[in-house]
């Protein structure tokens, strides 16, 4: 017998997580299917950068972020499954069916589709023989801070992820140079002037051309650079080379012919900002919906999921509420809240 629900979520970023959350509040079976083995999306990419920009909330670390929607998420007890892509969406009478890499099959009466920028592949470095070095001091992302302390590093790339670690790791570094092969940064200018301001050391035009490895071949240990305009190189030592060419957006997710999304950029399905999609049953949350007056904020991706989970919930059940109730005064939370309040009582006494 078929197990199925009333939506599953595809993407576990922020716009997932929240989606799940919401999906629960209103009463509807969620299953949530996200393709690698850890919950969280692109803030992964940055556990150590504060996120400032969500009303009513200080400044909180990515990773702690993460950890917050998590537990948000499962409030209602949601199914999730990670590790587990969706490749192909067929339609079988009044339920989508989902076939994953994996083998498997799941049924749903409605699709979410929360999948961000697509899955997660960072833009690799393109000299021969530099994957040998991603296990030792060759980065596509700065996990953690503490193995900068003190060293001279290099950067690659001229978007606002380059620019911003330059000005975070400038105030820990021994220095920090900055390489683009464009004329100018793409970064915002207020953060390219706080990296000026800071010390880094900028470098248009000019990109990587040779890693050189140390004694052991363990690690690099110089790095060449080459001026696209002059093709004067040079040849320093460095500690670490961080490498950030932006992410490769792999729309692998199939759709069989009668099911038609539209898309903007041959990637990005165009919607409203109801959160529907051109095709009945499907839904949108996040950076992967485009609609006019769009917000590319966290505060955009969890009005959008909002949204788009109202629009489930009068989908299945045209009858309901358009929204549900706020927290305060919703049933759903009444047992929640009695024991949070009897927790904190507790630690007073």
């Not at 993460?66 to 949601?78: D, G, M, R, S, Y």
């Not at 919703?330 to 904190?344: G, H, L, M, T």
Request: hydrophobic residues 40%; aromatic residues 8%; proline residues 3%.
């Amino acid at each position: 017998m078929k197990d199925i629900y009333d939506v599953t979520i595809i993407g576990g970023g922020p716009a997932g997580l929240y989606s799940a959350f919401y999906s629960g509040l209103r009463g509807l079976k969620t299953k949530l299917i996200e393709s690698q083995e850890q919950l969280g999306g692109k803030v992964l990419l940055y556990p150590e950068k504060l996120i400032w920009d969500i009303g009513g909330h200080p400044p909180v670390l990515g990773e702690q972020f993460v950890k917050q929607l998590i537990a948000q998420a499962n409030t209602f007890e949601p199914t999730i499954l990670t590790g587990t892509k969706v490749d192909f969406v067929e339609r079988e009478n009044d339920v989508f069916a989902l076939h994953t890499a994996q083998g498997e099959i799941h049924y749903s009466k409605t699709i979410l589709l929360a999948v961000g920028g697509g899955i997660i592949n960072p833009q690799k470095l393109t000299l021969e023989g530099a994957e040998k070095y991603e296990m030792s001091n060759l980065h596509y992302t700065v996990q953690s801070y503490q193995r900068f302390v003190g060293k001279d590093i290099i950067i690659s790339g001229g978007g606002n992820a380059a620019i911003d670690w330059a000005v975070e790791l400038k105030a820990i570094a021994h220095s920090v140079t900055v390489v683009y092969r464009n004329e100018t940064l793409s970064a915002h200018e207020a953060t390219i002037q706080e990296a000026i301001d800071a010390g880094v050391k900028i470098e248009c035009n000019t990109s990587i051309t040779k890693l050189t490895a140390n004694t052991d071949k363990t690690a690099i240990q110089l790095v060449t650079c080459e001026n696209s305009l002059t093709k004067q190189s040079y040849t320093r030592q460095i500690d670490e080379v961080i490498v950030s060419h932006g992410y490769n957006k792999e729309a692998s997710l199939v759709f069989e012919p009668s099911i038609t999304l539209p898309k903007k950029e041959n990637y990005y399905f165009e919607g409203k900002a109801t959160g529907e999609t051109a095709q009945p049953g499907i839904f949108a949350a996040g950076d992967i919906l485009t609609f006019e007056g769009k917000i590319h904020l966290l505060l955009g991706t969890f009005q959008d999921a909002a949204n788009a989970v109202n629009s489930i919930k009068t989908y299945l059940e045209p009858t309901a509420y358009r929204n549900a109730m706020v927290s305060s005064h919703n049933e759903a939370f009444k047992e929640k809240n009695r024991s949070i309040i009897e927790k904190q009582l507790m630690r007073v006494k």
